[in-house]
């Protein structure tokens, strides 16, 4: 069964302004990862977030979980073009050797 | 590129043909995965080979056969199929059950006529 859900499914920004995504999930992690996929390509993995952490910064991207709320945001400061893409929140169940990955938001950086 | 090859890019096959989807990982990794993804659905997990075994088969038709024969080298073998299996089908790989996070191929956009 699918388990992350993200908001929105599509995002469109100006250049430089900054994008936020969240995922919502259902059941216990033992981490919480972000990929990006640009059109009819492969997923490109970003960061990984673990059930024990809330907060992870990697370059311009910002990722933050709330085990409590079972949700994650992804920030994207000073967005570019070259951003747009899918992006998908992808989760691993504590005894699970699979991750679930959710329906993933849209976003296009409008120059 | 991410160290995990697929080939073909595109196929075009008719529902009576017979053809096959290869993955390449070079990552020394132990785990393989097929994903497909329609359009508007999220992506679907199709199998799992941990060390070449297949651990997981999530309920795909037989018309989608997998086989793996080392841990660098998936293959999807596909026979007699549907025009709604007409996708972008992605391989993966991973180690440790993907607790790092898994590497993609690039896919193989398929459509069958």
């Known amino acids: 069964s699918q388990q992350g859900e993200e908001d929105p499914q599509a995002l ?29 390509r492969g997923l490109v993995h970003l960061i990984l977030i673990r059930s024990n952490e809330r907060e992870k910064h990697s370059g311009r991207l910002r990722v933050t979980l709330d085990t409590s709320k079972k949700s994650s945001s992804l920030l994207i400061t000073a967005s570019r073009a070259a951003d747009t893409a899918s992006y998908f929140c992808a989760t691993l169940g504590g005894g699970a050797q699979k991750l679930v990955f959710g329906q993933g938001t849209r976003l296009t950086i409008n120059p | ?76 073998h596909l026979h007699t199929l549907q025009p709604e299996d007409s996708a972008l089908y992605l391989c993966a790989s991973s180690q440790e059950g993907g607790r790092e996070g898994y590497t993609f191929g690039s896919g193989t956009r398929l459509t069958v006529v």
Not at chain 2, 28 to 56: I, R
């Open chain 1, 12 to 40: 469109s920004i100006q250049e430089g302004e900054n994008a936020t995504m969240n995922c919502s999930y259902k059941t216990s992690i033992n981490n919480l990862q972000w990929y990006r996929q640009n059109s009819g």
């Open chain 2, 1 to 76: 590129e991410t160290g995990v090859t697929q080939t073909p890019r595109h196929l075009v096959m008719g529902m009576t043909n017979k053809k096959s989807l290869k993955c390449e990982q070079h990552l020394g990794h132990n785990a393989m995965y097929w994903y497909k993804q329609s359009a508007k659905k999220p992506l679907e997990l199709m199998f799992v080979y941990n060390f070449k075994e297949q651990t997981e088969n999530n309920s795909v038709p037989s018309r989608f056969s997998p086989e793996c024969p080392n841990s660098s080298h998936l293959f999807l």
